[in-house]
């Protein structure tokens, strides 16, 4: 014992003169000086006197720099209060220690000793930042225990929490809330480490506030002696107020903790911080509480903040405290107003909750409203009150009005500032670039605003005036920055405008990857043909500036980027781009991008996406080749079914029906396999289409025809929508009709174990009986859209008819020229709100043209029904236009067809019509060209194909073909014909038929020269018959074809 008491005065003394006056150092917001003169404890416990004198030689070492791992050795050994003995008894010890403080915990609240006491302070004397919240829950029990020896006069009056313990556990609480608040500014980096980060939640924002309000029962209210006076003072409200505020970023009632802290702050200080008032105000801008920041600021500034007219910055009654210097408190200003932006977006609208336009307004008007209030105190209060206006404090209001999409209100904000400000400033602009950048902003979230934006970017990189200021000065804006230039793409690609982007892009000096991302999605919302292979360039520049940029470069070929270039191939169905920017990703990316498969599906699905009919099957065989190339990456799962369905429907899109049965055999089918299949069946030409879907019926339980015994059986009913889908296609009304039939039986009998048919069952029913030539078809339909609303007001479990229904009813009337049945069906669907469409109208002009109308009335007609569809808020589209051409066409007007066109073209460049004429609109006209006996009829026939030829948008099909090969059957153009047939039939893309090969014997028989045209109509009969031969079972003679083989030979001299 003598010797440890001789030890502990040696330590004493070398301490005493090797220790600096202030070895621990808290700021801010004020600091704390630890002393020999704190180390005075108790001469009853040794242990706790060694323990400390150990810690602050240990901390002494730590600040000179000693190795890392001794340093968290010595951080553990502080924790776990190590003794000095022995190695083994070292180790023991502290092992027993770091149980014992989740042991002391444990016990109930009173049952603890005075050792057990110590334990607890001394863990927390030295608390590392992860170990932060650990320790504010011990420090809550500390003096919670405290509090009930204070009631119960247990011990001997002894002081147990001291100043090091309070200010310890919060430093840590600081440095976690700093790291935080710098890994949000880092995010994209540090998503994995953000994770491991704690954040306060509720409980502990509970328990920060219970410590408080220990603390001022203990040091104020009783002044225990177990507790320093000092634990409980400004420093301690500040730290706890700024800790609270900060931790309000990701848990809101750490506001309201905040706001308690600084009720109590002005209990105990003279003059209030403004980096407390900032911090709190922060939290409130952050969740948008505008009313609470308004108050707080109010009292901070020792008077009411004026936000409107009716009110005036009156004196503000407070319990004595200086005001905050108003030369300071611009920061607690911006914070305000950011308040009020805040608050603004958060009463804007939804568009997706929102259905009634009067609560939108009703909404819309609100967040105006407050907008309106902070600009009152941008504008007046803060002049009138002396308060520096800075770029923060205007762009706090600017943003609100951006946020909003109210790009005018908020140049007209930016002028009036920038008017204000001119009177105390010399500069061109007294305002930065980010002020001009949010109001860009605004007009990219404004759709009427793309021409505002182009005028204001202009002004900026032109360096134009603006306007005139007060003083007659002219007031110029800033240049542009990179956010300007981003900014601007952005207004380009809300608005869809892929050509404007793309041009923008390539005047920047150095674009980011936020640059070349805003411009491709542009690229992709648009409807600009050349979007694919602009899409190509700019990816190609990202590479080239990755290349060239050294190890830091700006621009990377990122995985956002390449999503929405894929989602631009995908959308125009270029599977063969696709394929390119997937090589071009894989290449500029990690290894680990090479095993994911979620880049090569991105382009199957382009595959999947093929537009023009004739490329659907290269395309299918290409996907096929990178479906077996994902097959062989490693280290990826097994491909699922969604993916196999990818390619099936490559396949029926194709209508290869063989390659789909066979890759259905290599994975485990879902019910949306078997309905792939069952479509690239239907899709086909094979005769035996019919049996092989049912075959495919039959393997799923379907029962067989003439089965005695029928087990139940359970097939998707989508797989049934399928199987009707093929009757429909090939006009099998009657086998439609039965299958419908037979599921309504089945489900009686008890047999069917899924839901019966739905409307899309009905709906392929109907567009069956439509293409159907029964005499009754019409009336079958009408009686099956009866059925459906009768069972939808029965509550059958079929839902209300919808609009499709409804139209495939129309166009059966449209089929039989019941033009009286379809309009009456019309005007029906406008007394039930259902909004007739384009196709309603289209398929009720249809109608009119099979109809027996003369030709005034239909024409006359159908260019009503299209103006009533305009006049009931519908857009006309193609499919109006297309039937109003083949009117036009029946009866050889083809001038009126050709003016009718052209108005189609002028529509669509004015944006009034989504899309333009295609090869159907050009194919009417050439038809009634055909038709006409206008002298220049075939010279237009032949320009009109040449434009369609020239056309790359236009991709010719037999149609188009025979249309203009009519103009020259029809006038005897022999020649002309035949070399016509002559490129048909070296054409890659089409193949001739029977009416292909009819029209050109037809022109023999009409010829004005009809030398040997007998023999050469038989020429082409022999040929018909070894195409056939070969396998195109399209052109197989019929008694058409015999008939002007028999005309031709008449004629022949």
Not at 247 to 261: F, G, K, P, R, Y
Not at 279 to 301: F, P, T
Not at 746 to 770: C, D, H, Q
Not at 992 to 1006: K, Q
Request: some cysteine.
């Amino acid at each position: 014992m003598y010797r440890s008491h001789s030890s502990l005065c040696y330590l004493l003394a070398v301490l005493v003169i090797a220790l600096p006056t202030p070895l621990i150092a808290f700021s801010p917001p004020s600091q704390l000086i630890i002393t020999t003169s704190q180390l005075k404890s108790s001469q009853s416990d040794l242990s706790s006197n060694v323990e400390e004198l150990e810690l602050l030689r240990k901390e002494r070492r730590t600040q000179r720099g000693e190795h890392e791992r001794e340093r968290n050795e010595e951080e553990q050994d502080a924790i776990h209060q190590l003794q000095p003995t022995t190695s083994h008894q070292e180790t023991q010890q502290s092992n027993n220690q770091k149980n014992s403080v989740k042991t002391i915990l444990s016990l109930p609240i009173g049952d603890l000793t005075q050792r057990d006491l110590t334990g607890l302070c001394n863990s927390i004397r030295y608390v590392p930042e992860e170990k932060s919240l650990w320790s504010l829950r011990i420090l809550e029990r500390i003096l919670t225990e405290v509090e009930r020896w204070e009631d119960a006069q247990r011990f001997d009056k002894r002081t147990f929490v001291k100043k090091i313990h309070i200010f310890s556990v919060l430093t840590a609480l600081t440095k976690g809330s700093q790291s935080r608040k710098g890994q949000r500014r880092r995010y994209s980096a540090r998503k994995s480490k953000q994770g491991n980060q704690q954040h306060l939640d509720s409980k502990d924002v509970d328990r920060l506030k219970n410590v408080v309000v220990l603390l001022k029962e203990l040091c104020r209210d009783k002044r225990s002696p177990y507790c320093d006076a000092d634990c409980y003072q400004k420093d301690v409200l500040s730290f706890v107020t700024m800790i609270a505020a900060e931790s309000a970023m990701t848990e809101e009632s750490a506001v309201d903790a905040a706001l308690m802290m600084i009720d109590e702050m002005e209990k105990e200080i003279d003059v209030w911080d403004p980096r407390v008032i900032g911090s709190v105000l922060n939290a409130l801008a952050h969740w948008g509480r505008a009313e609470e920041a308004l108050a707080l600021l109010s009292r901070a500034m020792v008077f009411n903040i004026a936000t409107d007219s009716s009110h005036t910055s009156d004196e503000y009654v407070s319990s004595g405290i200086k005001s905050l210097n108003p030369t300071n408190a611009s920061p607690c200003y911006d914070s305000l107003l950011r308040a009020f932006a805040k608050c603004a977006l958060l009463r804007r609208p939804d568009k997706k909750k929102s259905k009634h336009s009067s609560n939108k307004n009703a909404k819309m008007a609100s967040a105006t409203e407050v907008l309106s209030r902070a600009r009152y105190i941008l504008l007046t209060h803060m002049p009138e009150a002396g308060i520096q206006t800075s770029n923060h404090t205007c762009n706090a209001v600017l943003s609100g009005y951006s946020a909003l999409g109210m790009g005018t209100e908020a140049e007209q904000l930016l002028l009036e500032i920038e008017t204000l400000l001119s009177q105390s400033s010399s500069r061109p602009s007294a305002l930065d670039t980010a002020c001009y950048n949010s109001v860009l902003h605004g007009y990219s979230r404004d759709k009427t605003g793309i021409k505002s934006a182009e005028r204001l970017f202009r002004a900026m990189k032109e360096q134009t005036p603006l306007h005139e200021g007060i003083h007659s000065t002219k007031v110029l804006p800033p240049m542009p920055d990179m956010i300007t230039y981003a900014s601007m793409l952005n207004c380009y690609s809300n608005n869809r405008m892929g050509e404007e982007a793309y041009s923008l892009v390539q005047q920047i000096e150095m674009p980011t990857s936020a640059c070349y991302l805003s411009a491709i999605r542009a690229l992709e919302r648009s409807n600009d043909p050349a979007s694919p292979d602009r899409v190509l360039a700019l990816i190609g520049q990202i590479e080239q500036n990755r290349n060239g940029r050294g190890k830091s470069p700006t621009t990377v070929l990122n995985r956002r980027v390449f999503n929405v270039a894929m989602q631009c191939m995908i959308k125009r169905g270029d599977g063969a781009k696709a394929e390119e920017v997937l090589d071009k990703y894989l290449n500029s990316n990690s290894s680990r991008e090479q095993h994911d498969a979620q880049p090569y599906i991105l382009a199957l699905q382009a595959y999947e996406n093929t537009k023009p009919v004739n490329s659907r099957k290269e395309a299918a065989k290409s996907a096929e080749v990178l479906f077996h190339k994902m097959q062989l990456l490693e280290n990826i799962p097994r491909l699922d079914a969604g993916t196999y369905n990818i390619l099936l429907n490559c396949f029926a899109r194709a209508g290869m029906a063989s390659a789909a049965e066979s890759l259905l055999e290599e994975f485990a089918p879902t019910p949306e396999s078997h309905d792939l299949v069952i479509k690239a069946i239907s899709l086909s030409d094979d005769k035996d289409a019919v049996d092989r879907a049912w075959h495919i019926l039959y393997q799923l339980g379907y029962p067989k025809k003439n089965a005695k015994d029928v087990e139940p059986f359970s097939v998707p009913i989508s797989t049934f929508n399928s199987m009707l889908k093929l009757f429909a296609r090939r006009g099998m009304a009657t086998e439609a009709e039965a299958l419908l039939h037979s599921i309504d039986e089945f489900i009686l009998e008890g047999k069917f174990k899924e839901s019966g048919p739905n409307t899309r069952s009905y709906e392929a029913v109907l567009e069956a009986l439509g293409k159907t030539s029964d005499a009754d078809a019409v009336e079958r339909a009408e009686a099956l859209v009866t059925r459906v609303e009768v069972m939808s007001e029965l509550g059958g479990g079929v839902q209300q008819p919808s609009l499709k229904l409804y139209n495939t009813l129309l166009a059966c009337y449209a089929n039989a020229g019941k033009v009286g049945s379809a309009e009456r069906l019309l005007s029906r669907l406008h007394e039930q709100s259902l909004k007739p469409d384009a196709f309603s109208y289209g398929a009720t002009i249809k109608a009119l043209k099979n109809s027996g109308k003369s030709k005034d009335i239909a024409i006359a007609r159908a260019k009503e029904l299209s103006q009533s569809l305009e006049r009931n808020g519908g857009v006309g589209n193609e499919i109006i236009f297309a039937h109003r051409l083949s009117i036009l066409a029946k009866f050889g007007l083809a001038q009126q067809a050709e003016n009718l066109l052209k108005e189609m073209e002028e529509k669509h460049k004015l944006g009034d019509l989504k899309q333009g004429p295609g090869i159907i609109h050009y194919t009417a006209v050439l038809n009634a060209w055909a038709k006409t006996d206008d002298k220049k009829a075939v010279a237009r026939a032949e320009a009109l194909f040449e434009k369609m030829k020239a056309d790359n948008l236009f991709d010719l099909d037999l149609a188009a073909y025979h249309g203009f090969l009519l103009n020259y059957a029809v006038r005897g153009m022999s020649k002309k014909a035949r070399r016509l047939l002559q490129v048909i039939l070296d054409s890659d893309n089409i193949s001739p038929n029977r009416d292909t090969f009819t029209m050109v014997i037809d022109s023999y028989s009409r010829a004005s020269s009809n030398t040997n045209a007998g023999l050469k109509a038989e020429e082409l009969l022999d040929q018909m018959r070894q195409l056939q031969a070969a396998g195109n079972s399209d052109v197989e003679p019929d008694s058409v074809c015999y008939a002007s083989v028999i005309r031709a030979k008449q004629a022949s001299k």
